[in-house]
């Protein structure tokens, strides 16, 4: 994959540490990557996971997500 992006937070004042993502051509997948090594693994999700994944972070708050963590464990 040649379309690796980073956020938009992770700039020189954070140490440009950040993960990487990048959707297949048809966006049926969503790669993620450590930014500090790329060559290493990435992890691959399907789009409506990872899609499901990013809403939730934006809409959970902290606490919600401690919460269904212990539910969950």
């Known amino acids: 994959m040649d379309n690796w992006r980073k956020s ?4 020189e ?8 993502i990048a959707p297949s051509p048809t966006y049926t997948h969503v790669s993620i990557r450590d930014s ?12 409506g996971s990872f899609q499901a994944f990013v809403e939730t ?8 997500r401690v919460t269904r963590t212990r539910t969950i464990t």
């Open 8 to 11: 938009s937070y992770s700039g």
């Open 13 to 20: 004042g954070d140490g440009n540490e950040c993960v990487e």
């Open 36 to 47: 500090k090594a790329p060559a290493r693994a990435m992890l691959t999700f399907p789009g």
């Open 57 to 64: 972070l934006k809409t959970d708050t902290v606490q919600e």
